[in-house]
């Protein structure tokens, strides 16, 4: 079954140009399925109804969010779709399958007051000037540009040489969009080069090839982890006094959408921004808006006092 597996993720990858965390997932997914149809002693390819209706069952009776097994059964799905359509099966056993309604969670998003608090602290954090020159950097760049945490981190340091006003960004699916930076970004981001720079530089005097990415590191992947960052958050929100389990590199994201529009960005200018490929993904920003008037109107008029 592992081959079916692997030519339905090289069909992602082929036909949508999935993305390399999006594989991984749906690997994962599918792998957790095969070895719940193993227990049950058949198979992707001998798999019924019943048997995917079990899987979910036992997800469920595992105490899994709903989000997380509509996740599950999305990929089932599509893995079955790909076998019917490529004749590896008569039927799709997953066809009639519905699955739980995700629950919509309005996201939790940072004041601009705490947004200022969390750039301040960004220079006063770190073990030495580079690690604060290249924090405040982070920051600046997160807050003006709304990117995903995968985004920044592996960002190239070609996009941001010449002292851009706009850098072209590679999102999911290796979609391409561009995206304004803020005069302090931009400021923030020629600090950093320069102390980049100089680090480049002592790195090949002694033989260690150039890097190509805005934030080098020695670790396997080149760049600084999406790990790393989400801990240098933490510390930022603990240094500038907003609570650490409020503020996430996706929590800043939030707060760069949120606050375009209740500056009155338009939405189809703010779904460009964040490489949404539908709007209605970028809709529920609106809804953070209402429900934050309508908790100020509860809390202020006085005919709404109990």
């Known amino acids: 079954m ?15 140009d999935a ?20 227990a049950l002693d058949t198979d ?9 209706e079990d899987y979910l069952i036992a997800l469920d009776n595992r105490g899994m969010a709903e989000a997380t097994r509509a996740r599950r059964l999305s990929a089932v799905r599509q893995l079955y779709r790909f076998a019917f359509e490529e004749g590896l099966r008569q039927d799709n056993p997953a066809q009639q399958i519905r699955g739980p309604r995700k629950k919509r969670h309005l996201p939790k998003v940072l004041s601009e007051a705490e947004v200022d608090r969390l750039l301040n602290a960004a220079p006063q954090t770190g073990r030495n000037p580079a690690d604060r020159t290249r924090n405040t950097c982070l920051m600046h760049l997160l807050y003006a540009t709304g990117m995903r945490v995968s985004e920044l981190v592996s960002l190239p340091v070609a996009a ?7 850098i072209l960004v590679k999102g999911k699916g290796g979609k391409e969009r561009l995206v304004p930076l803020s005069p302090p970004a931009r400021m923030a981001n020629a600090a950093w080069l320069k102390t ?9 005097a002694k033989g260690k090839p150039p890097s190509r990415f805005l934030f080098p ?18 510390e930022f929100a603990v240094n500038a006094g907003v609570p650490p389990d409020t503020v996430t590199p996706h929590s800043l994201r939030h707060a760069f959408a949120t606050h375009l529009l209740a500056g009155g960005a338009d939405l189809r200018v703010i779904q460009m921004l964040l490489g949404h490929a539908d709007v209605a993904t970028t ?8 429900e934050k008037l309508r908790a100020l109107v509860m809390e202020h008029h006085p005919l709404a006092q109990d």
């Open 19 to 38: 993305a390399e965390n999006t594989l991984k997932s749906y690997r994962a997914d599918l792998l957790e399925f095969t070895e719940h149809l193993h």
């Open 2 to 16: 592992a081959l079916w597996i692997d030519a339905f993720l090289e069909a992602m990858f082929a036909e949508r």
């Open 44 to 52: 992707v390819a001998r798999a019924t109804r019943e048997d995917i």
């Open 217 to 234: 590191s020695s670790g396997k992947l080149g760049h600084l982890s999406r790990i790393r960052f989400y801990t240098l958050v933490k």
């Open 283 to 290: 809709e529920i920003y609106t809804h953070v808006l209402d």
């Open 160 to 166: 941001v040489r010449g002292d851009p006003e706009m």
């Open 196 to 204: 980049r720079d100089i680090a480049q530089e002592a790195a090949i």
